[in-house]
């Protein structure tokens, strides 16, 4: 499972806005350095189309896809140097395969630190930048001495040379518009500011002007490198804990619609290129993650190991389709189930069943 990093200075509301989106309990609290160790959960990614296959099946069990996300401790200025809990901080970050930046907007006197969301992205991608300024410069060195008796790594120390450059000027590489020839050479990096990103504006709840303004804000900061969401996160937890019913009806009562946890895990998925197929009927109906572009053998494979390897063929039908038929039985009587062989690029949406022989 794909895994989403919430990262963000002390109290930006990181370990709120975790709690609303897996159910989890950790502790919150106003002052700095609440979480000193990463802590995981996974999101599910609501999808509406989700219920109405269930319905239609009358399923015992309904099962969503889902997101891990990796609560990590809070970064002060001065970490990529080792100040606050630079190190364990910087460790957290580099497991995770997105950042979603934690940015804080709302205003609470009992809650230390500032609520300036653009300073606070500025800050995080400072000590992110000099991280991995620190970790190219040591390779950059080695590598073009290597260069000097191996013709072979030039290329390399040019891709080596062009990233530098971009985080010396203190740009991060995720809005750097760098050389895709290099790509290959970068991602053997492993650096922090390589990763895609979304940002997450924590703001005052019942406050929609003040939320639309930070938002923009953010946006304009982030230059279109990443999506940014407001979201007032400490309501959002407090939602989290309330029965299903009663949650949609606060967030619906509030005008937040299908609140935090529907937008982040949405678009932390757009973010991480992961689709959704569906298979459905009377015991479970289920989503499935995937990655776009993945052949039918190869998401059969995600349900188990058996069925692709003994991958015969799929049944083929868009959610959408089958909905409106109103039954798979039906789907098949009138030849809209497609058969697809191991060459099919499933789409997002798909409802599959898998034919095999193991
Ligand atoms: N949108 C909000 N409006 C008002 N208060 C908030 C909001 N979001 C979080 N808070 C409050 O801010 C404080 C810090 O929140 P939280 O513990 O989630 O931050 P954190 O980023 O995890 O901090 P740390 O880095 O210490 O782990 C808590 O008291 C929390 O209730
Ligand atoms: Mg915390």
């Known amino acids: 499972m794909e895994r989403l990093g919430l990262v963000g200075l002390p109290n930006a509301g990181k370990t709120s806005l975790f709690n609303a989106l897996t159910g989890a309990r950790a502790p919150v609290a106003p002052h700095p350095y609440t979480t000193t160790e990463t802590s995981l959960g996974v999101a599910s990614v609501p999808d509406e189309r989700l219920g109405r296959l269930a319905e239609m099946s009358r399923s015992r069990k309904v099962v969503p896809a889902g997101v891990q996300v990796v609560d990590i401790a809070g970064l002060a200025a001065g970490a990529s140097q080792g100040e606050g809990l630079g190190n ?58 290597q260069a000097r008796a191996d013709k072979s790594l030039q290329r390399e120390v040019a891709a080596l040379e062009e990233v530098h450059e971009a985080l010396a000027a203190g740009t991060p590489l ?72 009663e949650r949609a009806e606060l967030l619906e009562g509030l005008g937040l619609g299908a609140g935090a946890l529907a937008r982040v895990s949405a678009a932390a998925y757009r973010l991480l290129g992961r689709r959704v197929f569906f298979t459905t009927g009377e015991k479970e109906t289920r989503a499935w993650s995937f990655r776009a572009g993945a052949s039918a053998p190869e998401c059969a494979g995600v349900i188990h190991s058996d069925l692709q390897r003994g991958f015969i063929r799929a049944e083929v039908i868009p959610a959408e389709e089958l909905l409106a038929i109103g039954s798979w039985q039906r789907a098949k009587a009138e030849g809209r189930v497609r058969l697809e062989g191991r060459d099919y690029q499933v789409a997002d949406g798909d409802v599959l069943e898998i034919r095999f022989n193991v």
């Open 174 to 245: 995720y809005r750097a518009a760098l050389d895709p020839e290099g790509a290959d050479a970068r991602r053997g990096l492993f650096l922090l500011t390589a990763k895609p990103v979304l940002a997450v504006v924590n703001v005052t709840e019942g406050d929609p002007e003040g939320a639309a303004r930070a938002e923009k804000a953010v946006g304009e900061a982030l230059g279109g490198a990443g999506e940014v969401l407001a979201v007032a996160a400490r309501l959002e937890a407090e939602a989290a804990e309330l029965e299903e019913a």
């Open 88 to 145: 364990r901080f910087l460790a957290g970050i580099r497991e995770v395969d997105a950042l979603c930046l934690v940015l804080r907007a709302f205003e609470d006197p009992e809650v230390p630190g500032e609520s300036d969301p653009v300073a606070a992205l500025e800050a995080l991608e400072l000590e992110l930048v000099l991280a991995d300024l620190a970790s190219v410069e040591g390779q950059l060195e080695r590598r073009r001495k």
